[in-house]
């Protein structure tokens, strides 16, 4: 079973609203991380790579749910290039 049909039969089987509501658990579970390894400068890399796993898993399927994957790469494309030419402008200013 490929990844896109295991997203698939997870809104099928446990359905949409209860599966986007997870998307938001585990980006939460993901900030508590980030938040205690950079506030508390705890050493949780096993839970960041845990949490950051969790989230890709969902946003996966929130792609899926939505049919917005090929949309999300093209912007995600743009918006790396925009990022691109800030970095490169930063970098010329303090030259
Ligand atoms: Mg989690």
């Known amino acids: ?3 896109m049909d295991l997203y698939q039969r997870a809104i099928r089987v446990w359905g949409k609203e209860p599966q986007m ?3 938001i658990e585990e980006m939460s579970e993901l900030t ?3 938040l205690k390894n950079v506030n508390r400068k ?3 890399i096993d839970a ?3 949490e950051t796993a969790d989230v890709e898993i969902m946003l996966a399927q929130l792609k899926c749910c939505y049919n917005i994957g090929k949309e999300v790469d ?3 494309t743009d918006k790396l290039k925009l ?3 800030r970095l490169d402008d930063w970098e010329n200013k303090e030259k």
């Open 74 to 76: 093209a912007y995600k």
């Open 48 to 50: 960041l790579i845990e």
């Open 1 to 3: 079973m490929s990844d």
């Open 21 to 23: 509501l997870q998307v």
């Open 32 to 34: 508590k991380e980030i």
């Open 42 to 44: 705890k050493d949780n």
């Open 83 to 85: 990022i691109e030419k």
